[in-house]
């Protein structure tokens, strides 16, 4: 199987300044402006997109290799994403009580929502770090095609990510087509995987407690999906699925 990038990549000195317990962008010190701050709350939360996904690929990385050397900086990088989470959530609270712009007035209760997705999302990345603990701990492995089969949906996860990231940040609405696709195939991957790996399990091809595993992880990674579409939608007014109805 050939090996993708977050599989290969080191990334531990990397984020460093990223994974700090700290307000970088907003804040009760700054001088608050109603003109700036929806764009400034849009780059604290783009902050705490990155180290949720960090977390991610850690913890994939640590159920695909058996390897938990990442644990004790997901621990971190989760309290920290529990951090912002809260105090981004305040100061949304605060924020709402000014005067704004009209624009920027109608986006505060989306960004409520996105915050709430990131932190499930830094919360699916632990779920993936428990089942790497429980798979060290027991000796299990998965099978090649099973392996290959995480890998794939794990790149189209990440490939989602990605794209839903930069609508929410730009708020360029030109590639919603392309994550509703991206996102259904994730949906059809889902049914398809868990299929693949009841069969599995009844041709006796792989333990049950691995299979267990492997089930968890697709459903995890089908979630995550959703949170990360959530994340590009909330810079629409209207479900942009209603549109293909």
């Known amino acids: 199987m050939k090996a993708t990038g977050w599989l290969v990549k080191d990334d531990t000195k990397s984020d460093k300044v990223v994974d700090s317990k700290h307000l970088k962008y907003i804040g009760r010190a700054k001088n608050f402006l109603p003109s700036t701050a929806v764009v400034e709350i849009v780059q604290e939360i783009e902050r705490m997109a990155r180290m949720a996904k960090n977390n991610l690929i850690r913890s994939m990385r640590a159920v695909m ?51 709430i997705d990131l932190e499930r999302i830094g919360d699916h990345a632990m779920n993936i770090l428990e089942n790497a603990q429980k798979k060290q701990k027991h000796n299990l492995e998965f099978t090649d095609v099973a392996r290959g089969e995480l890998t794939e949906m794990f790149d189209k996860v990440l490939e989602l990510y990605d794209k839903c990231l930069v609508m929410f940040t730009t708020g360029d609405k030109s590639g919603i087509d392309e994550i509703i696709a991206l996102e259904n195939e994730i949906d059809q991957m889902d049914i398809d995987l868990q299929k693949k790996q009841v069969r599995r399990l009844s041709k006796e091809q792989c333990s049950v407690e691995a299979g267990l595993i492997y089930t968890d992880l697709v459903i995890g990674l089908e979630r995550i999906a959703d949170h990360a579409t959530n994340i590009a939608y909330s810079i629409f007014n209207d479900n942009p699925e209603d549109s293909l109805e």
């Open 65 to 115: 290799d058996n390897d938990l050397h990442y644990e004790a900086k997901m621990e971190k990088c989760e309290e920290t994403i529990d951090y912002l989470s809260s105090e981004i959530t305040d100061y949304l609270v605060e924020v709402n009580q000014y005067e704004l712009p009209l624009s920027d007035a109608s986006r505060i209760g989306a960004l409520f929502h996105t915050v």
